[in-house]
């Protein structure tokens, strides 16, 4: 997770850049806007990575407690099975 609130304000600071003053005119406007418009990639790309791997995580958490409660739920089961068969015998 750590890796992530890295990338996070990673991002941020490349926002932060995307937000300067425009160059004036006469200053090279092209080289601008094509760094401008990497820079944006940048961020998207990080900020995709970020929320496919909170994604993951939450799936993977999900996931683990559906096992456990369904390990839960059969283990129980099985001891009332286990507890009515000692009874009947």
Known sequence: ?????????????KAQLLMRPR????????????LTEQQIEDVLKLWADGVRKVAIASITSLAQNS???IINRYELVEGRVTHIKR???
Do not use: W
């Open 1 to 13: 997770m750590s890796d992530l609130f890295y990338r996070a304000i990673k991002a941020q600071d």
């Open 23 to 34: 160059p004036k005119k006469g200053q090279n406007q092209q080289f601008h806007r094509a």
């Open 67 to 69: 096992v456990y409660n």
């Open 87 to 89: 009874e009947i015998e």
